[in-house]
C-alpha cells in the first residue's frame, strides 16, 4: 500500500469485538483538524450523539500539522491512545496536509514496535464536518479497544 494512493484508513475494531472497560481507566488524546473532524465533532454535540469521556481533543488547523515526534512526545506524556482526525483526501484546506499526515502515520505505524509502542494505540481516520456519526463511532470504539488493551501508566 502506498501513501500516494490515500486509501480509506484500516478498519478499526468494533465496541463488541474490542470489549468494553469502566469509563476513566484510560487517556485518549485526539488531535483534531479545525475544518472537518473538529467541527463535526461540534455536531457530534449538537446532535446528542456519545462521545467517550476519556477523550482530550486538541484542535490544529491542519492534520498535517500533526508531526510523529508530537504524537510519541503525547504516549511519552502519559496518552493511553492517541487519534488523529482529518480532512477526507481532497478536501485538506492547505491542498496536501493530509497525505502528509496520512504518510506520517503510515510510517509512525512501522516504526512504533521498535519504540516500544503498540501500534494498535494509535489512530488515523478521516472525518468530515457532516459526520458526526462517524465521529461518534470512531471514537467510542478506539477508546473500547484502548480499554481493551489497559492504560499504559501504572494503575491503570
Ligand atoms: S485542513 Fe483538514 S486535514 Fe488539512
Known amino acids: 500500500m502506498s501513501c500516494?494512493?490515500?486509501p480509506n484508513a484500516a478498519p478499526h475494531p468494533t465496541t463488541k469485538e474490542a470489549g468494553a472497560g469502566a469509563l476513566g481507566e484510560?487517556?485518549?488524546v485526539a488531535f483534531l483538524c479545525?475544518?472537518?473532524?473538529?467541527?463535526?465533532?461540534?455536531k457530534t454535540g449538537?446532535?446528542?450523539l456519545?462521545?467517550?469521556?476519556?477523550?482530550?481533543?486538541?484542535?490544529?488547523?491542519?492534520?498535517?500539522?500533526v508531526e510523529p515526534t508530537l504524537i510519541l512526545e503525547t504516549f511519552q506524556?502519559?496518552?493511553d491512545g492517541v487519534m488523529v482526525l482529518a480532512c477526507h483526501p481532497g478536501d485538506c484546506h492547505y491542498k496536501e496536509g493530509n497525505l502528509?499526515?496520512?504518510c506520517r502515520a503510515e510510517l509512525l505505524e512501522r516504526m512504533m514496535p521498535q519504540l516500544g509502542v503498540d501500534p494498535a494505540r494509535f489512530y488515523f481516520d478521516y472525518v468530515s464536518?457532516?459526520?458526526?456519526?462517524?465521529?461518534?463511532?470512531?471514537?467510542n470504539d478506539f477508546v473500547a479497544s484502548i480499554r481493551a488493551l489497559g492504560g499504559t501508566a501504572p494503575g491503570r
Do not use: H
Open 4 to 6: 500516494q494512493t490515500m
Open 26 to 28: 484510560v487517556r485518549i
Open 34 to 42: 479545525n475544518w472537518c473532524s473538529y467541527a463535526g465533532a461540534d
Open 46 to 48: 449538537m446532535n446528542q
Open 50 to 65: 456519545p462521545v467517550p469521556a476519556e477523550l482530550s481533543v486538541v484542535r490544529v488547523m491542519c492534520s498535517g500539522r
Open 77 to 79: 506524556k502519559g496518552a
Open 100 to 102: 502528509r499526515a496520512f
Open 129 to 139: 464536518a457532516a459526520e458526526a456519526e462517524k465521529f461518534s463511532q470512531v471514537t
